[in-house]
C-alpha cells in the first residue's frame, strides 16, 4: 500500500529531491571498528539525529564532526570540528594546519565508510522495505567490524 503525501514528506530530502534514507556511524578511529549505527528518514540534520539516536558517549571521548556539526560542542563539549573561513575571517596558518590534521584523521573514518558501500544496497537506491533499512545497515556493519578483526 503507497504512502500517503503527509507519510511521503518526512522521507522527502528537498536537498536532493529524492526519498532518502541517511546512516551515521560512531566508528573508533584507533581500532578501525565500527561502534554504533543509527538510521533515519531524509529530512533530518544530522545533530538532531545524534540527539535521537540515542548514542550516549563518555564525556572525556572526542567526537569528531564535520564542518557541518560546529554546534556539536552544545552536546558533547570534547568535541573537534574543522574551522570555517570567510572572507571577513580567513583562516590563520595554526587553523589550517589543524584542519590538515583533522582532515587526516578523519580519512580513516571515511575508509571504513568505504567499506561499507562496498555493498551495493547502501551505495545505491534503497528498494527494499523502509522498516528493514536499519536492520540491513546493522548487518553489513557487523560483516565489515568481523572482517577489520580477521584481517588484522
Request: with cysteine; glycine share 4%; net charge positive.
Amino acid at each position: 500500500m503507497p504512502f500517503c503525501p503527509r507519510q511521503q514528506r518526512r522521507w522527502y530530502s528537498g536537498k536532493k529531491k529524492r526519498h532518502t534514507l541517511k546512516t551515521q556511524l560512531v566508528i573508533n578511529v584507533a581500532t578501525h571498528m565500527i561502534m554504533c549505527v543509527a538510521t533515519a528518514f531524509g529530512s533530518m540534520h544530522d545533530l538532531i539525529r545524534l540527539r535521537h539516536s540515542g548514542v550516549h558517549v563518555h564525556r572525556e571521548t572526542a567526537l569528531i564532526g564535520d564542518a557541518g556539526d560546529q554546534s556539536i560542542w552544545r552536546d558533547h563539549g570534547h568535541s573537534i570540528t574543522p574551522y570555517k573561513d570567510s572572507k571577513a575571517n580567513p583562516l590563520t596558518p595554526e587553523e589550517r594546519q589543524e584542519n590538515r590534521v583533522l582532515a587526516s584523521t578523519r580519512l580513516r573514518v571515511d575508509h571504513v565508510i568505504r567499506q561499507l558501500k562496498i555493498f551495493r544496497v547502501l551505495k545505491d537506491v534503497y528498494r527494499h522495505r523502509k522498516r528493514r533499512f536499519s536492520l540491513r545497515v546493522n548487518l553489513i556493519a557487523a560483516l565489515c567490524n568481523h572482517s577489520n578483526t580477521t584481517t588484522t
